[in-house]
Every structure is written in C-alpha cells, then in structure tokens.
C-alpha cells in the first residue's frame, strides 16, 4: 500500500503540457512544457521543462511534490517521441541543488525506460546545467544525441535567455 506522503497532489491540466498543483501548504506550482524543435528541427518531439512556485515562502520538504512531478513526467513520456531539456541555470546560485534533486527524482523513480544525458556549460560567472531525457526505445535516439551534442557545441546561451 503507497503511503499518502507518495501520492501525487490533484493536477490540472490546462493543455497538455501545462500544468499546475497547490500542495498542502496552499503553494501554487506551475509546470509546463515549451517545444524547442521550432529553434532546432534536429531535436524532435524535444520541449524544454520547466517548474514554478508562486510566490517566495520558504517551502518545507514535500515528497508529494517529487511523486506530483513525476506524475506528470509519465504523462508526458507516454508518447515515446517526445523528448525534454532540463536546463538549470545560475541566475539564483542554486542550480546545482536544482540539478542534484532532478538528478535524485530520475534515480529513484525512472523505471528504466528512461535514459538521461548531462552537460555542463559555464563562461565567466554564468554557468547552465543542462540534461536530455528520452525513452531508451525513441525512434529519434540517434538523432537526439548527436543534435543535443551540436547543441553544447554553439551557443546555447541566446536560446535559453
């Protein structure tokens, strides 16, 4: 039996790949899904993932949040085409935290259908952590590989500011 701590928080969906949740302590979180294959064709079925919390309390530890993201995570990986960028930037100084955690969500909850590549950029006192995800039986695998490599190679800065 899963206890209440790992059930996911009631979702709504506002498209499908728009989503949103308020946990226990009335924080709203917003998580979507933007496509990326507009900039670069090579990445099909790729759209960059992104997590917002309004407002700025501080919020305590959580895991409905990791089983809620992760709910939606599944949804969005029935497709077996679509792919995601996780990009952690160093605007706040805290995305290696960011990275750490996603990093530890893929871990514990990836049922091995997933594969994940990681990449470090940084210049000056900029820095962006960036990782792929795809299902290991996409049919773009090859392609999302070797487009998510030029990618690192230009400058992969004027996409994600």
């Given at each position: 039996m899963v206890?209440?701590?790992?059930n996911p928080y009631k979702v709504t969906e506002s498209n499908p790949f728009d989503?949103?949740?308020v946990?226990?302590?009335g924080i709203k979180y917003h998580l979507y899904f933007t496509p990326i294959s507009d900039l670069y064709p090579d990445l099909v079925?790729?759209?960059s993932f992104s997590i917002?919390?309004?407002g700025t309390n501080p919020h305590p530890l959580d895991?409905?949040?990791a089983a809620t993201v992760v709910d939606v995570l599944r949804r969005f990986f029935q497709n077996v085409e679509n792919a995601m960028i996780m990009v952690c930037d160093s605007t706040d100084g805290k995305q290696h935290r960011r990275r750490n955690l996603f990093d530890r969500w893929f871990h514990y909850y990836n049922d091995g259908t997933l594969t994940a590549i990681n990449a470090d950029l940084g210049e000056g006192d900029y820095e962006l952590l960036l990782s792929i995800y795809f299902k290991k039986d996409n049919p773009y695998k090859q392609q999302l590989i070797r487009a998510f490599?030029?990618?690192l190679s230009?400058?992969?800065y004027e996409i994600v500011i």
């Open positions: 206890s209440n701590s790992q989503y949103s949740f946990n226990r302590d079925n790729t759209y917002e919390r309004e895991r409905r949040i490599g030029d990618l230009q400058d992969f």
